[in-house]
Nanobody
Framework: QVQLVESGGGLVQAGGSLKLSCAAS????????MGWDRQAPGKQRESVAT???????TYLDSVVGRFTISRDNAKNTVYLQMNNLKPEDTAIYYC?????????WGQGTQVTVSS
């Protein structure tokens, strides 16, 4: 079992930046892939970025060049630096972690980008 707690969401104007953090606790030695999903109102949840324990990353096409995912294994924390935010980035952002083949999500943090 792993617990994930996100922080760092908020309201920002278009073009601004936010940095999300996700702290993991519990069976952290077994955590594999970590990442961030998001869900906007009326839309399906989508994967925004992922990072392996060794640091390999993937990104949603629409955030490439604007978002950066990173991971501090010593602190059991994953980050999402979001720059040049756009109104279409408005969503609830969820931290996700793979543990022994099962996906676990945090409670989510709201990101709102005003135009």
């Amino acid at each position: 079992q792993v617990q994930l707690v996100e922080s760092g969401g908020g309201l920002v104007q278009a073009g601004g930046s936010l940095k999300l953090s996700c702290a993991a606790s519990g069976s952290i030695s077994s955590i594999g892939l970590m990442g961030w999903d998001r869900q906007a109102p009326g839309k399906q949840r989508e994967s925004v970025a992922t990072i392996t324990p060794s640091g390999l990353t993937t990104y949603l096409d629409s955030v490439v060049g604007r978002f950066t995912i990173s991971r501090d294994n010593a602190k059991n924390t994953v980050y999402l630096q979001m720059n040049n935010l756009k109104p279409e980035d408005t969503a609830i952002y969820y931290c996700v972690a793979s543990l022994l083949g099962n996906l676990n999500w945090g409670q989510g943090t709201q990101v709102t980008v005003s135009s």
